[in-house]
């Protein structure tokens, strides 16, 4: 059974940090490709950054504007996202999507809240 936790978000002022993670289990290929999303309030889901097992990423810009990097551990089956200078508009629940190459299906994780306020 596939699952994805995701953890690290919480509360943080404007221009902090924090790093979310996310720990894929149950996929039965290592060749998967990880994504985040975040959904804010009243919004549609937005894409955030992705990355493939070789490490190639792809980050909207619109969103991270060189604010968010994306990472992942593969000894680890753990992706991450190290945001920075993080603004009240980032505040959303950040949700890891993972396929395996070449499938139909992807899967979700329960999401994790990051809220940036003063």
């Known amino acids: 059974q596939v699952q994805l936790v995701e953890s690290g978000g919480g509360s943080v002022e404007p221009g902090g940090s924090l790093r979310l993670s996310c720990v894929a289990s149950?996929?039965?290929?290592?060749?998967?490709?990880m994504r985040w999303y975040r959904r804010v309030p009243g919004k549609e889901r937005e894409f955030v950054a992705r990355?493939?097992?070789?490490?190639?990423?792809?980050i909207d810009e619109g969103v991270a504007k060189g604010r968010f990097t994306i990472s992942r551990d593969n000894d680890k089956n753990t992706m991450y996202l190290q945001m920075s200078s993080l603004k009240p508009e980032d505040t959303a629940v950040y949700s890891c999507?993972?396929?395996?190459?070449?499938?139909?299906?992807?899967?979700w994780g329960q999401g994790t809240q990051v809220t940036v306020s003063s």
């Open positions: 149950g996929f039965s290929s290592k060749d998967i490709i």
């Open positions: 999507n993972a396929y395996r190459r070449g499938a139909m299906t992807s899967y």
């Open positions: 990355i493939e097992r070789d490490g190639e990423t792809t």
